[in-house]
């Protein structure tokens, strides 16, 4: 087994990709939070 450090910077694009799709993600829901709280607040 080798390990080679450049292998590190080449995974960097998917680990940016997960990232970013895990926020998202967060985001989408979180707006659709709010949303909710306010439609169903004003009963």
Same mark, same amino acid.
């Given at each position: *087994?080798? &390990?080679?450090? *450049? #292998?590190?910077? $080449? #995974? %960097?694009? $998917? %680990? %940016? +990709? @997960?990232?970013? @799709?895990?926020?998202?993600? %967060? @985001? &989408?829901?979180?707006?659709?939070? &709010?949303? *909710? #709280?306010?439609? $169903?607040?004003? +009963?």
């Amino acid at each position: *087994m080798s &390990i080679t450090p *450049m #292998n590190f910077i $080449y #995974n %960097l694009k $998917y %680990l %940016l +990709r @997960g990232e970013l @799709g895990i926020f998202a993600v %967060l @985001g &989408i829901m979180s707006i659709a939070i &709010i949303i *909710m #709280n306010k439609v $169903y607040d004003s +009963r």
